[in-house]
């Protein structure tokens, strides 16, 4: 009995990791006026999700052993909201599909899928024309990380990890910081919000609940007309008082805009992915 228990521990853990981010990159801006492009290489070992936003782009690993990247080169960065987005596989033994397109919000995701045993490379590009200027922030300016890309971090050296100030860069001493320099809150009445569920359902949020750890990770949850809504994920970046996570739960996953209206207290979540809108 007890050997069970350690192997679906470990077949429930291998499963959690599998589906984390594993690679980071800001984009190579090498210059050239006219159509929009960028060339992007990893590689993958079963299954993974590329996601650009901006000059920055997170490899997820859904299955297999850790996606990486080998080379992101752009002549321009994609705005926020390109027109006439294309996406043209190059090479890969594989197939490599548009899931998501960036004139849709912003966010392009490619699905890469390699059923042979084995790392393969995966080439592919994306091409726009024009859109509206990109809005992510995440320079100095605003106190994201610095370089306006990913923070590589020195966390154990990790991929991807997170300096101990960097997501917050010390913003708020107030009732909400912990010790550590994390934030947390609770809070909201009942009709505070709203999502969409699976069957495309409008269903009611009520009070909320945020806790960022000094680390970047996030959990928000909120009680509902159907019971406890429960995300968890990683801070990508700060503009401001406004956070930037990628979250997933209960089946939904997405980019998470977190606003502080204080240093204690959250004004408004959103993730246009599932319409969820909630505000305090």
Known sequence: MTKRIVCLLAL???????????DRRSAEIRGGGGEGKCTIEVEVDDVAEVEI?????????????????????????????????????????????????????????????DSKGGREGYTFDIF????????GGGGPRDGGPRGGGYERGNRGGSRGGYEDDDWNDGWGNGNGWTNNGGFSFEGGRRDSGSYRDRNGDRRRLDAARVFIENSGAVTVSFSS????????????????????????????????????????????????????????
Do not use: H
Request: aromatic letters at 8%; proline letters at 3%.
């Open 53 to 113: 936003v901006g000059p920055n782009a997170a490899i997820r690993t859904l299955n297999g052993s850790p996606a990486t990247f080998r080379r992101f080169q752009c002549n321009q960065q994609m705005p926020n909201r390109p027109e006439q987005f294309r996406f043209k596989g190059i090479d890969g033994r594989g197939r490599q599909e548009l899931v998501r397109s960036a004139d849709d919000g912003g966010r392009a995701i490619i699905r890469i899928e």
């Open 128 to 135: 726009w024309r024009g859109g509206s200027g990109y809005g």
């Open 225 to 280: 007309d159907s019971g406890r809504v429960e995300f968890a994920g990683r801070v990508e970046r700060r503009q401001g008082r406004r956070i930037f996570a990628q979250v997933r739960g209960g089946g939904m996953f997405g980019l998470m805009e977190i606003e502080m209206s204080s240093r204690a207290n959250v004004s408004r979540i959103s993730l246009s992915a599932v319409g969820l809108n909630w505000s305090n």
């Open 12 to 22: 429930s853990l291998s499963s959690v990791w599998s589906q984390r981010v594993t």
